[in-house]
């Protein structure tokens, strides 16, 4: 299957954020300079000379507006060459509150970006220098209105919930006020506690404590209910829009789909296996000076592989997993293969069989990765040996 999306990665930053455990590094002109030249090597190893048709493009980072303007306009005629962007449904940039100019905003104008995803966060300036965000509340009017001044209207706002010793209520307080801004799509997720990063530290100092899981627990059910009182449709996980604004390169994910990856620390899927490049952002440029695919590590997509992440990627939908579609592409029932587990989880209460989809139901989700889990299918087990039968 031809991907029908592009990912691509811009790893800098003007601050580290406490929590973040992804591949970035603190911006510097230069070797911004050299990571965009890198970038368009990359994009020639994969693509040849004729432009490719996509779906959707997402630049994610770091932070792609920590470039200055000069830089963004390169890393967008870069996709231009590669890519036929006035075919492309949705063209996504993430941004920082603040940190972008109306020159940034311009050039995204001018290059068919049509969707920004903000990430804010919270709505409190003593969290977010708790959490080492640069931007403060009214960064977020401010940039919210020169998005909307260029027409570039379809915003996503993210958000942290489950932070140090948050409360319901102000969480509640934060979605309040991000509601007020009316905005199409909306993104929430509870704080994990990743390794490497200055949360973590502190966490295994004992200088840090996450709310008790009944208290997060009720964060994602009002974080559930204050979105379906303002019309946002809870469609993912973690993710709520007014009908039609859906994200639609993450549905690409969701849905299982090849999608190309560029950028240090990127995750690709194409030609039946799934590769992370190489990071930090110096392994990288040395990989792609030698005219070598970045690549760290590759991993066939077998067709076992394709059936658990089906169940996996799909089941964080709110629709689910649907049984036409994973017949017509497997050529057996997911029931064949996982009745068992699907009962197990009706009987309770976390999963519904409805309109021939197998989906989550709200208790689920708050069990997510203890169902996803269940979907792995052991070399040795009998769903194994069905598929094999079945092929």
Known sequence: ?????????????????????????????????????????EMSLYISNEKIDVETIYLGGGTPTSLNPNQLKKLFETIHHFINVEQVKEFTIEANPGEF???????????????????????????????????????????????QKYGLTNISMDFIYALPNQSLNHFESTLSHALSYDLPHYSSYAL??????????????????????????????????????????????????????????????????????????????????????????NHYLDAIKKSNKPVLHREPVDRK???????????????????????????????DLYSQEINSFIDKGWMIHKDNHVSLTQSGMLFGNEVFASFLIDNNSKNANKIIDSQ
């Not at 299957?1 to 406490?18: G, L, Q, R």
């Not at 295994?204 to 059910?221: C, D, R, S, V, Y």
């Not at 993710?239 to 039609?244: D, E, Q, T």
């Open 1 to 41: 299957m031809h991907p029908k999306a592009v990912y691509i990665h811009i790893p800098f930053c003007h601050e580290i954020c406490h929590y973040c455990d992804f591949a970035k590094m603190y911006y510097n002109e230069k070797i911004a300079d050299d990571y965009l030249e890198a970038l368009h090597k």
């Open 101 to 147: 100019k109306e020159e940034h905003v311009q050039l995204m104008k001018e290059y068919g970006v049509n969707r920004i995803s903000l990430g804010v966060q919270v709505l409190d300036d003593a969290y977010l220098k708790q959490l080492n965000r640069i931007h403060g509340i009214a960064d977020v009017d401010t940039s919210v209105h020169s998005l």
């Open 192 to 281: 994990q506690i990743e390794p490497k990063t200055v949360f973590y530290i502190r966490y295994q100092e004992g200088k840090l404590t996450k709310p008790k899981e009944e208290t997060e627990a009720k964060m994602f059910t009002s974080l559930i209910n204050m979105m379906d009182d303002k019309g946002r449709k809870h469609y993912e996980i973690s993710n709520f829009s007014k009908p039609g604004y859906e994200s639609q390169h993450n549905l690409m994910y969701w849905d299982n789909v090849p999608y190309y990856a560029f950028g240090a620390g990127a995750h690709g899927y194409f030609e039946q296996e799934r590769y992370v490049n190489l990071r930090p952002v």
């Open 305 to 335: 592989a394709q059936i658990e992440e089906e169940m996996f990627l799909g089941l964080r939908k709110k629709i689910g997993v649907s049984e036409e579609r994973f017949k017509n592409r497997y050529g057996l029932s997911m029931f």
